[in-house]
DNA sequence: GTGAAAGCGCTAACAG
DNA sequence: CTGTTAGCGCTTTCAC
C-alpha cells in the first residue's frame, strides 16, 4: 500500500502563474471575471503541478460538501434478496456523479445504528440525505427529520399520508408536512393487475401479499381491494394471503391458499420473487399456468421474469429511475435553498409517483 | 426539506465550560493529559450543546479523513445478478462503521468514469480505498495505484501473480508487487469440487465456466483442469464449456454440453447461478440430479441454493468476511503507516486467501 | 496540566 | 479585473 504525497495547494499555483490565490481560486471554481490570457496562464499550471482542490479547505469556508449520505436501513431483509436497492444505489449514484457530488453510504441494523446515523447527518458531514426506510414504525426518519439535514424518501414512508396525530412523537410537530419522497404508484399498479385478471375472464382472484410491515406492501394490497371490491362476490378474505416478498414464502402462501381456496383461478403476488414461489407450488400441484391459475407479478425483475416457466406477467416500475430522480430531488431542492436562503422551504416538496405499466408475458 | 442550521463550535463549548479551545480538544479526542473535574465539565458542555466536530476542519490539519471509497466497476455486469457486491458491501460497512469510518461509494461504468475515480482518490479525499475490478486488462486498479491511495483489491486482479512484465505500462515499475488483495480459494475450491465428483464415482466430469475475463473464473477453470488431469481420460476439451455466471448462461452452456457430450454423468458449475441454469436444462432433457447428472455450483448463495431442486451442493465461500477483511487490511495499513511514517511500506502488504467448503446437498 | 497562538488550504468580501 | 485580507473550526506545538 503506497503513502499518499502532498500535493500543491492553491499558493503553488499562484506562485507558479505569477497571480495571486484569488485569481486561481477564481478560474478553479469557473472561472467568471477573469480576463482570458490569465486565465490561461492559471490553467496550465493547474494542469503542470496537477493540483486538485482541498475539498476540505473548501467545505470550511463554504459550508458546502457536494457530498450525499444514502441510508439503507435494515440490509439483512431486502437488500440482498434482490437487486432492488443495487439498482437504486446505480440510479443516485448516476445522478449524483453528474452533478459531482459524492455518495456516502450508510448502512443500518437496528437502533444503535440508528443514533449513529443521526449523530452523522446531524454533524453536518453532507448536504442532503437520501433514506430508504422500509418499515412502518420505523424511528430512522424521525430521527433524520429532527437531524435537520434535507431529505428525500425512498417508497412512502410510513407517516406521510396525514395518518400522523399532529404533534405527536416528536417535538417538530409540523415539520412532518414537508416530505419528499420518490414511490412508484404501487396501488395504481396493483389495480391494473387485478384488472387485468379480471379481464381475462377469473373470477376467483387472490392476493399474496409482501411484508405487510411496508408501505408498498399495504400499498397494493389496498389496490387489490379497490378492484376486486367492484366484483360481485369477488371480495373473499380467504382469498388474501400474507407473505413477504421471498419465494418461499411465495411457496408457503400458495400452498396455504391451495388448501382454502381449491377453486382460485388467478393469483397477484406482491412481487416477481413471491409469483415465483407459487408458480412452482401450483406447478407441484399440478395446475397449468395460466390456463388453470393465471399469475402476475411485480417489479418486472427481468433476470426473474423471463426465466419463469411460464415467463411472467408483471407490473413494471422504473427502479433505477426512481433512484435517479431522488437524487435529483434533493440536489434541485438544495441548489433552491442556496439561492433563497431564508425563503419558506415549502417549494418543490412534494412526493413524486412515478407510472407502472403492465408487461404482459405468457403467465397472464 | 427542512434547513440546516448553525452547529455550536469549539469555541462555543470552551466558553461554556469556562476553558481554553485546546483542552476541549483533547477532552473530545480521547481526553489523555486533562485532569478530571476539567474533563468532565467539558463533556457536560459538549453534551449540552450538543456539539459535533466539524470533520472539514479537522481533517483539514490532521489530513485524515477517516473515510474509505469503495469503488466498484462496471456495475452493469454483475453486481446486479446476484447479492455478491451487496454482501460484501455489508462486510465492509460494519467493519468501517466499527472503525468510525465512513463508506464512500464509487460506482464506475466505462473509461470516462475512470478518469473520474482516478482524480478523486489523487485528490485526497479519502484515506484509502477499496477496489473491486473484475475484469482482466481493466485499466482501473492501474490507475489507482499511481493516484498513490493505500489501496485493498477485491479479488486477485489481473497482473498480481507476477505474470506483468516488470516495469511495463505505467511510470511506477515495482510499486505493482506490493499488491494488497483478498479472495476466496477459487482454485482450491474447485479442486475439492471436482474430486469430490470423482469421488462419488463420475467419470465424465464437466465444467461450465464463468466469464473468463475474471480472475476467479480462470482460477476455478485452473482448479477444475489440475483435478481432472490425474484422471486418465477424463480430461476431455469438450467438457468445459464457456459461460458467464449467469442462469441463462448456465442453460445454454449445459444444452451445448448434452450436445456434445451426451454421456456426461457430472457438472462442475462456475457459480451457483450457473448451476440453477444447468439444472434446468437437464430436467427439461429428462436427466435426473443426481442420479444421472450430478451438479455441484460455487458461492454457496442460500437463497439459491437452498431454493433450487434439488438442494444444490456447492462451494462456499464467506463473502460478508472478505468485505470485512478488506477493510480491516486497508485501516490496519493505514494505521500502521501512520504509525512510522517513512518505514518501508512492505510489511502486511500481501494477498489472503479465504477457505471454501464444500456444502452437501442432494445435487452431488 | 492548561492556555495562547500559529496555521491547515481555501473562499469571499473589499479595495484598488 | 485583480490582489489583499480576514477568517472558516480545528489541532498542535510551545510556553507557562
Known sequence: MTEAVSRPTLEAVAARAGVSRATVSRVVNGGDGVREPLAERVRRAVEELGYVPN??????????????AVVIAEPESRVFADPFFALQLRGI????????????????????DHARVARYLAGGHVDGALVFSLHLDDPLPGLIQDAGVPTVFGGRPDWGEGTRVPGSGRGRAGADQDVVYVDCDNRGGARVAVRHLLDLGRRRVAHITGALDQTSAVDRLDGYRDVVAEVPGGCDPRL?????????????????LLARCPDVDAVFAANDLTALGALRVLRESGRRVPEDVAVVGFDDMVPVTEQTDPPLTTVRQDIEEMGRLMARLLLQGLADGRHREGAPAGTAAAPVILPTTLIRRASA
Open 93 to 112: 449514484s448516476k445522478e449524483l456523479t453528474a452533478h459531482d457530488n459524492q455518495l456516502v453510504l450508510l448502512l443500518t441494523e437496528g437502533r444503535a
Open 240 to 256: 388474501v394471503v400474507e407473505s413477504d416478498f421471498t419465494p418461499s414464502g411465495g411457496e408457503r402462501a400458495m400452498r396455504e
Open 55 to 68: 475539498q476540505a479547505a473548501r467545505s470550511l469556508v463554504t459550508r458546502r460538501h457536494d457530498a450525499v
